[in-house]
């Protein structure tokens, strides 16, 4: 199942990125409603199926085919489980947001990581070294830390982050 808002993006203009989803992991694509079936080898089947739920969850394609790569691999956070209100869950996508998208950003670039925010759940895609350093500086401004306490720990942890 795909958000029906994020359908289109899993069958791209004229099919392009089902295509392209379908030649990178050699397996078959069919998108019915919202709903995506995948056939293939058992371990293309899952590489297609994390790039899928990454689209799914607001990654755009180029990102997400990042996912067939060694070694990459995709994290979900839940923002629910750090806000009780739908005012409270806003304002922590905000956080982690930043104004103008900076604080994501400077996470992304730090951490060597792509980070999405759709709907309660923030997406991180990278090499699982470099997820668990990002996933930290989330929680932390999840929790309430001040936004440079966050960026001092990525800075603190840049000898963990694989180049």
């Known amino acids: 199942m795909v958000p029906e808002d994020r359908i289109g993006v899993v069958i791209g203009s004229g099919g392009e990125t089902k295509e392209e989803?379908?030649?990178?992991?050699?397996?078959?694509?069919?998108v019915e409603d919202n709903q995506v079936a995948?056939?293939?080898?058992?371990?293309?089947?899952m590489d297609a199926q994390r790039i899928v739920k990454a689209i799914g969850r607001g990654f755009n394609p180029d990102k997400a085919f990042k996912l067939v790569e060694r070694d990459?691999?995709?994290h979900l956070m839940d923002i629910g489980?750090?806000?009780?209100?739908k005012n409270a869950?806003?304002?922590?996508?905000?956080?982690?947001?930043?104004?103008?998208?900076e604080t994501r950003k400077h996470i992304e670039k730090m951490?060597?990581?792509?980070?999405?925010?759709?709907?309660?759940?923030?997406?991180?895609?990278?090499?699982?070294?470099?997820?668990?350093?990002?996933?930290e500086a989330v929680r932390m401004l999840l929790k309430?830390?001040?936004?440079?306490?966050?960026?001092?720990?990525?800075?603190?942890?840049?000898?963990?982050i694989k180049r």
């Open 144 to 160: 309430g830390s001040s936004h440079s306490t966050a960026y001092n720990y990525l800075e603190k942890n840049q000898d963990k």
């Open 21 to 30: 989803l379908e030649d990178l992991t050699e397996c078959e694509v069919t």
């Open 111 to 135: 951490a060597q990581v792509d980070i999405s925010v759709y709907g309660t759940t923030i997406g991180i895609i990278g090499k699982a070294q470099n997820i668990e350093v990002a996933m």
């Open 72 to 74: 990459v691999t995709l």
């Open 89 to 101: 869950e806003e304002r922590l996508k905000g956080r982690v947001i930043g104004r103008e998208g």
């Open 81 to 85: 489980r750090f806000a009780n209100t």
């Open 38 to 45: 995948i056939d293939g080898e058992p371990i293309e089947e």
